[in-house]
């Protein structure tokens, strides 16, 4: 299991109503993409951080972890800002205002990211996704969903098992036995993740699959205290911003 998966099943917040943590969470995220980037998504960012550390009780390490990844790439689309291509200047140059545009296009990606690592930290998709079909999804959709989150952990699982084989066996000592091992690993992961695959499907057909995985969902209610809060935090984010953007800007 991967780390943010494990966190979202010993999450606080685990027995909640999926669309209680989206309200929140992709809240975040509209308004870190609608609002003006200084203070908007200045203040969405520190927000996020505030409650995923505080009320969602999200490990300082492992919100670190899974959100190094996504920082990396806002940092490089925002780094693109900095310089353009051809001009009087000659083939590269700095750009006019590129720090500024940066430096927005920054604040507002990552606190984005924040957004959506809060639905991501609190809610595991095995509760999420069943959960898809009443909001109209189709099933078949939902089952493919289901079937290649669950065979994914599965394939890891292997993955990680063969290569702690091939290191027992002296096979990354070298470039050359590094390659090999690494060449045996796809081949090997390929070679199982059909033979899973056919494996599920026998045993799907042997006990009378109909077209619907039908798997036990966790009862949860949505909570309206919750989700009043939430659009009350939202809405005074909005206001907050309005009010501060002409004196900071």
């Given at each position: ?12 917040w ?6 209680d ?23 969405v ?20 972890r ?48 924040l ?69 045996g ?51 005074a ?13």
């Amino acid at each position: 299991m991967l780390p943010i998966d494990a966190a979202a099943h010993s999450s606080r917040w685990r027995r909640r109503h999926p669309l209680d943590k989206a309200v929140l969470g992709l809240g975040f995220t509209v308004l870190a993409i609608s609002l003006p980037p200084w203070p908007g998504a200045a203040l969405v960012l520190v927000t996020a951080l505030a409650v995923l550390l505080g009320p969602a009780g999200v490990p300082g390490r492992r919100l670190w972890r899974a959100y190094r990844v996504p920082l990396g790439f806002c940092a490089t689309g925002a780094a693109t800002l900095l310089v353009q291509v051809g001009g009087p200047e000659g083939l590269l140059s700095l750009a006019d205002g590129g720090p500024v545009r940066a430096g927005e296009l920054l604040l507002r990606t990552s606190a984005a990211s924040l957004g959506v690592l809060l639905f991501a930290f609190t809610t595991p998709m095995s509760d999420l996704l069943p959960r898809l079909v009443r909001a109209g999804v189709p099933a078949p959709v939902v089952d493919v969903a289901l079937v290649t989150y669950r065979m994914s952990f599965l394939l890891l699982d292997s993955m990680r098992r063969i290569r702690q084989a091939q290191a027992a066996r002296l096979g990354h000592t070298g470039r050359a036995a590094a390659w090999r091992s690494l060449a045996g690993l796809g081949a090997t992961a390929f070679v199982r993740a059909f033979d899973r695959a056919a494996r599920l499907q026998a045993g799907l057909a042997g006990r009378g699959y109909d077209g619907t995985l039908r798997v036990l969902v966790p009862e949860a209610r949505v909570s309206v205290r919750f989700t009043a809060a939430s659009v009350t935090l939202l809405a005074a984010l909005a206001a907050l911003t309005l009010v501060l953007e002409r004196p900071l800007s």
